[in-house]
Structures are given as structure tokens and as C-alpha cells.
């Protein structure tokens, strides 16, 4: 059972392209969540999905960023015209069930995005 | 809101010393706590949780108790090896599975 999958890597943008992240959950997850570490921070949450839906975007910047979680396919998030100031470690993470008390989220590696 | 606020770093030990992080919150509900742990150029792993208050979590040698009346979930451990060089963050959640962070603590061992 593969862990949960975010392509690229790395991702090198200019100032003004837009930025594809992709997260796959673990097999059975249906609750993806995207995270943000900005360098020598924590973790800062961005959005909450399950499948079509959005639960939860409070930690989403208002404008650049969309996230979706199609039925078919990975989870995206979308960075419109990135700036400098988006360089930073993108997580995904997936879990089974809500409102547990003890249900794991588990982490992908991440895609580490640079602006230049 | 919720927070965590967790011991600053970097810490450097050296192999076989003792270990505490010290991590405290705030929550504005009944958290279930959290230590995860990244390794370099890694995700996060989850270390070990505790849900209610006196719980205690341990895995791989660290335990951390649940401290309602402080509002604490110190990480510790007895005897730490070069291999436990990582960052380590606390973490809780509240309802919605939305995690909070602290800053989290780099450590170093050396041989």
C-alpha cells in the first residue's frame, strides 16, 4: 500500500507562472489536507478537501491559490502568478474518517517550490 | 484560536544524553496531541498521540504524557542516538482534523 504520493518534488517557477502541485492519498483516504512550511517554521494549515468538496479553506491566501480534490485523479493545489514569497515546502496529507480523536493523518514528502 | 508553542532549537545533545522538548498549547476545545517527526528532505511521521488528559504516548524509546492541568506534552527520552537527529514538532487537533503546529525543534546528536 503505496503512502501518499505529491509530484514534483521540486518545482522551480518564475515570477509570475503559476504552480501545479498534485498529492495522491493513500489508497481509502477520501480527506486530503495541504499544508505549509515556510523555511526554518512550522506547519502552517492551508486547506481541507474530500472528494468535491471543500471543507475547510480558512488557512488559503485569498487570492493565487485554489485547491481541488476531484472524484477521478490526485488532489491539486494551484499557485496563480507565484511570487518570492511562495517559495516554501508544500505538504499533503490524507486520513480516513473525520472528527476521530485518534485518527492519523499521513504525510507525503512534499513538493518543495522555488520562485525565481 | 489554537496554538502551540514548543521548545526553541537548535538543541545539540550528545548520544546517550536525556532529551526534553518542551511543548505547551492552547485549544479552544478537547485537543488530541501530537508528536510527528521530520527527518532531512522528508515528510512528516507521526512519533507518538495521546487523546485525553494522563495518556501517555511513547514509541521508539520517547514517551510524552498528556498534561491537561499544565497544558503540556513534553516529548522526552532516556538515551538518544546520532539516528534521532531530526526536527520534531508538536502538534494537536481539535474536532475537524485540522492540525496545529509548533515551530518545531531542530536536534542534533553527535557521537
Known amino acids: 500500500n503505496a503512502g501518499v504520493m505529491q509530484n514534483p518534488r521540486h518545482l522551480v517557477r518564475r515570477r509570475g507562472q503559476e504552480a501545479r502541485l498534485r498529492c495522491s492519498p493513500m489508497?481509502?483516504?477520501?480527506?486530503v489536507y495541504w499544508y505549509r512550511q515556510l523555511p526554518e517554521e512550522g506547519l502552517k494549515f492551508m486547506v481541507y478537501?474530500?472528494?468535491?468538496?471543500?471543507?475547510?479553506e480558512s488557512g488559503m491566501p485569498k487570492e493565487r491559490f485554489s485547491a481541488e480534490f476531484p472524484k477521478e485523479g490526485p488532489s491539486i493545489l494551484r499557485i496563480q502568478q507565484v511570487v518570492r514569497g511562495d517559495s516554501a515546502a508544500y505538504f499533503c496529507?490524507?486520513?480516513?474518517?473525520?472528527?476521530?480523536?485518534?485518527?492519523?493523518?499521513?504525510f507525503g514528502q512534499g513538493t518543495r517550490l522555488t520562485v525565481v | 484560536g489554537d496554538s502551540v508553542t514548543q521548545m526553541e532549537g537548535p538543541v545539540t545533545l550528545s548520544e546517550e544524553a536525556f532529551l526534553t522538548i518542551n511543548c505547551t498549547y492552547t485549544?479552544?476545545?478537547?485537543?488530541?496531541l501530537f508528536w510527528y517527526v521530520q527527518y532531512p528532505g522528508e515528510g512528516l511521521q507521526l512519533l507518538l498521540k495521546?487523546?485525553?488528559?494522563?495518556d501517555k504516548g511513547s514509541n521508539k524509546g520517547f514517551e510524552a504524557t498528556y498534561r491537561k492541568e499544565t497544558t503540556s506534552f513534553h516529548l522526552e527520552k532516556g538515551s538518544v542516538q546520532v539516528s534521532d537527529s531530526a526536527v520534531y514538532f508538536c502538534?494537536?487537533?481539535?474536532?475537524?482534523?485540522?492540525?496545529?503546529f509548533g515551530t518545531g525543534t531542530r536536534l542534533t546528536i553527535i557521537p
Open positions: 496529507a490524507s486520513s480516513t474518517r473525520t472528527a476521530q480523536r485518534d485518527t492519523e493523518a499521513f
Open positions: 489508497k481509502g483516504h477520501s480527506h
Open positions: 478537501l474530500q472528494k468535491e468538496n471543500i471543507i475547510d
Open positions: 485549544a479552544t476545545g478537547y485537543p488530541s
Open positions: 495521546a487523546t485525553k488528559a494522563d
Open positions: 502538534a494537536l487537533k481539535v474536532g475537524n482534523e485540522k492540525l496545529t
